[in-house]
């Protein structure tokens, strides 16, 4: 009762790796508040499940094992977690803010009548006075993220009702393995326990996955653009620019709405997070929606025609320039001295 729980994504047998983001923060949260860090799979093959979580400190970890839970279907997921919680009692439920988390979040805290902070870009624990009744409350929650489209940051706890569950992003936060021998419990859920039949009344007949059509989230180089580059034209430069340096090209929001660049290539708050070891941001003012995609980067360049960019506060490097000058003259100096 009281600890930490997360929900763990599958991927076949695999466990995804915002799951695996959440397990290293969860693991920092139960040892500062001096609580287990317990972690659910659901699906048909849970066989490699625990050499890849217990590495990361996971004290228990619960499996539902049948092939009924795969691949992913809302009913049965759902009332697997709905009624474990009302067993364990977990103070803090976690889950990624994918497509499957943002399904399973709302339904599981509906049920449990618990509340559920989505899109989370950070989670803190800290007390809170209620400014109207006084009362104290100690070790919360904090769950952070942008809001009012990410003109602030608005930090939120859930004082009363338990668990106090938050959804959060894939590549927020890092994969940190705590211990490669560390070993926890395996309590083995008798599924029928949890899981009514009528919940299988939805299969899946056939399941087509699309492909990637770029690699950003594990690139280690990212050459972004913003509005700033001007055109589709002048992107096509990036797109060069970044096949000289083995590296995947990323865009702003603005640069997506004016149809320069496709969706699935945007950084920020309404597209992916990413942390490369050298993100180079051409034309990019720097608003905290990108921000909260990149500012974890290892290396930050900005180049940009406005010396008072936002983006130039978080930089490591500042080019004052247009794209379309300072770009041609990188690539001239990277040819020339990697050769």
Not at 173 to 187: P, Q, S, T
Not at 225 to 253: I, M, P, T
């Amino acid at each position: 009762m009281d600890n930490i729980i997360v929900y763990l994504e599958m991927e076949g047998t695999t466990v995804a790796d915002v799951s695996l983001e959440l397990l290293t923060k969860g693991r920092k949260l139960a040892t500062q508040i001096g609580c287990k860090l317990e972690a659910v799979a659901a699906a048909a093959d849970l066989s490699k499940v625990d050499a890849q979580v217990f590495p990361y400190g996971v004290d228990t970890l619960y499996k539902a094992e049948d092939k009924r839970l795969s691949p992913y279907t809302t009913l049965p997921h759902s009332s697997l977690l709905v009624n474990l919680f009302k067993e364990i009692k977990p103070q803090i439920a976690l889950m990624g803010a994918t497509s499957t988390g943002r399904d399973l979040g709302p339904r599981v805290s509906s049920a449990l009548f618990s509340g559920l902070t989505a899109d989370c870009t950070s989670l803190e624990i800290g007390d809170y006075t209620d400014n109207k009744s006084g009362k104290e409350y100690k070790g919360l929650l904090y769950q952070i993220r942008p809001a009012f489209g990410g003109n602030i940051v608005a930090t939120i706890v859930n004082p009363e009702h338990r668990p106090q569950m938050a959804t959060v992003r894939e590549g927020v936060m890092k994969k940190e393995i705590v211990d490669e021998a560390y070993k926890g419990e395996v309590v083995n859920l008798d599924v029928n326990k949890y899981i009514p039949e009528t919940d299988y009344v939805v299969s899946v007949i056939d399941r087509q996955m699309e492909s990637g059509k770029n690699n950003l989230k594990s690139s280690p180089i990212i050459v972004a653009g913003g509005y700033g580059v001007g055109s589709k034209e002048n992107f096509d430069l990036l797109y060069e620019f970044a096949k000289e340096l083995h590296a995947e090209v990323g865009a702003s929001r603005a640069a997506v709405d004016a149809g320069w660049v496709d969706h699935d290539r945007q950084i920020g708050q309404t597209g992916v997070t990413v942390r490369p070891k050298l993100y180079i941001a051409c034309g990019i003012s720097g608003q905290i929606q990108h921000l909260a995609g990149m500012q974890e980067s290892g290396i930050i360049i900005s180049v940009n025609t406005d010396p008072d960019a936002p983006i130039n506060a978080v930089a490591d490097y500042v080019i004052n320039g247009s794209v379309e000058t300072v770009v041609p003259k990188l690539m001239k100096y990277f040819k020339k001295n990697s050769k």
